[in-house]
Structures are given as C-alpha cells and as structure tokens.
C-alpha cells in the first residue's frame, strides 16, 4: 500500500467510515467508504508527489459531514452518550495518549515543533499530517496533549468565525473546491481578506 492510499485509509478511519474498496485512476487515490446506515460514498485524493494538504483537509471534512448526515439513529445515541461520556471525564486525571506509543508520542512532539501551525487550517490537518509523519493513527487528544506538553498555543485562525460573512465565504470556498471550480480574483482576494490563514 503507497503512502497516498495510507493516508485516504487514515482519513476514512478518522471520520469513522468503513472502507469498501480503494483504487488509483489517473492523478487521484479514489476511496468507496460506507456509513453506518449502509450507504456509500465516493472520495478522493490528489496523488502529487507533494500532497495537497488543503485539499486533504476539504475532502476530511466531506467525509466526516458524509459520516454525520448517514449515521444509524442508534449509533448517534451510542456518540451522544459518549460524549456526555467525556464531558462527564472532563475534570478528571486521565492519559489521552493512551493509543500513541511513548516513541509515537515523542516523534509527534518533535515534529509539532518544526511545524509553522499556519500552513495548516485546523486542528484536524494538523492531526493527518502527524499521522502521516509516524504512519500511525493519532487522535485531536493527542495533538492537544502534544501542544500543551511542549508548549505551543493554538494559532487564533483555528477558532470558527462569528462573521456571518466569514462562514458563508468559506462554505462557498470549501463547496467550489469540492466541485473543482476556480475562485476569481475578487473572490479569492475576499476569501483571504476574511479568513486568514
């Protein structure tokens, strides 16, 4: 398995999707991945040399919004107990590293510190690119451990805009990319004049 099919697998394992059947055409990795109530869904990736960390994170997103929309009635009652689950947990001592091996661990730390946080989006980009880097799964918990244990904060383009304006640029930035249409410069100048990078 090559390194762009590692990481549509990891994507599809991230947003909690099963995966069907993964396969190359042309310059894409393209992946058929099934939600909880039986449906399937196509996605892709671009398969350069370099990776497309945006487009990654765009298509990330689609499939975890694919996961939500699909969700078996009884599934999404196990999550919502869970997550009272944790917020229960929230005030307790507990290691959230508990899936990363102490090297793991460590080579994500070092890695975080190379890292400008402003080439990446979110959190969640973040957290594919050092799953990428140790060819392991690793968790937002683990990021956010990794940050709070070497000390680097969370860049303030991370937080979601409260600008109605903001968020409906960046829907319709994250659809024209999904459907591979080009901004035109006036758009793109107010894509990055609102949502900085």
């Not at 919502?80 to 090297?103: Q, R, W």
């Not at 709070?148 to 409906?168: C, F, Y």
């Amino acid at each position: 398995m090559d390194r762009r099919q590692k990481d549509i697998m990891t994507m599809a394992q991230m947003a909690e999707l099963a995966a069907v059947r993964t396969e190359k055409r042309g310059n894409r990795q393209f992946i058929t991945c099934r939600a909880d109530n039986s449906v399937e869904r196509e996605f892709s990736i671009n398969l350069s040399g370099r990776g497309d960390p945006r487009g990654d994170q765009n298509e990330l997103s689609a499939m975890k919004r694919f996961a939500r929309e699909n969700a078996d009635q009884n599934q999404t009652k196990k999550r919502e107990t869970l997550t009272m689950a944790k917020a229960a947990d929230k005030y307790t001592v507990k290691s959230t590293t508990a899936e990363l091996t102490p090297v793991d661990f460590y080579k994500v730390c070092e890695w975080l510190k190379a890292q400008p946080l402003a080439n990446f989006p979110n959190k969640e980009a973040l957290t594919l690119g050092a799953a990428k880097h140790i060819g392991s799964t690793v968790t937002d918990a683990d990021i956010t451990t990794a940050m709070d244990t070497i000390s680097i904060s969370e860049p303030p383009h991370w937080s979601e805009p409260t600008d109605p304006h903001a968020i409906l640029v960046r829907e319709l930035s994250t659809m024209m990319k999904e459907l591979g249409v080009n901004a035109s410069p006036a758009f793109a100048r107010l894509r990055d004049k609102l949502l900085p990078a």
